[in-house]
């Protein structure tokens, strides 16, 4: 059994190992760059940097620093395994009417999640259930007709057009005369009330 873990271990270490490389080279073509272009920008031979695209040569982590660097790449996305979903999964939301799909995935490093949102229910009129958290809210209507309640405030939001709002105002949407459907972007504080919720 322990065999087992250590030669799957190695396995998985090598396909990363692979992937890396894969991706060190694919970048650098991208660019348009040959080994020499590269090798001046992070420091390091060209034969290195060959050796190291090829898997002749371990890449030490102060190299895979440099070459991200200059690639403009973050290590994390250098070495992220390839298990991405290919196929974004719903998340229904019964009891409030929603169904998301989160489409920018973990790895949006600049903190904002991407959302598509079919609604169905209209917006709750109570007071309870309007939220408020630090931000703004960012959506634009694909179908139909979304009702934005700001405080006391109610802003009908037709398919076509977009709506950006302070969430420091107590504020809740839902659907007007039919289900819609909305592209929305929420900061972290967003995400977590209005997705995660």
């Known amino acids: 059994m322990r065999l087992t873990h250590t030669i799957l271990r190695m396995t998985q270490d090598a396909e990363v190992d692979a992937l890396v490389r894969a991706r060190i ?20 031979s060209p034969s290195t940097l060959s050796r190291i695209e090829t898997g002749h040569r371990r890449i030490g982590l102060d190299q895979l620093t440099a070459i991200a660097r200059a690639l403009g790449a973050s290590l994390d996305q250098l070495v992220e395994t390839a298990g991405d979903a290919v196929v974004i999964k719903p998340h229904r939301h019964p009891e409030r009417g929603m169904t998301t799909w989160v489409l920018s995935g973990d790895h949006n490093h600049d903190g904002l999640t991407v959302a598509r ?9 109570r007071l309870e259930d309007q939220r408020v958290h630090p931000g703004r809210d960012w959506f634009t209507v694909l179908s139909g007709t979304v009702e934005l309640l700001l405080g006391e405030r109610e802003v009908l939001v037709e398919e076509g057009e977009a709506a950006s709002f302070s969430t420091m105002t107590p504020h809740a949407f ?13 900061d972290p504080d967003g995400e977590r009330t209005h997705v995660d919720a």
């Open 174 to 186: 839902g659907a007007r005369g039919g289900p819609a459907e909305v592209i929305a972007v929420f």
């Open 117 to 125: 949102i079919r609604i169905t229910r209209p917006a709750s009129r």
């Open 25 to 44: 080279r694919g970048l650098r073509l991208a660019k348009g760059w040959s080994l020499d272009d590269l090798a001046a920008r992070c420091y390091l």
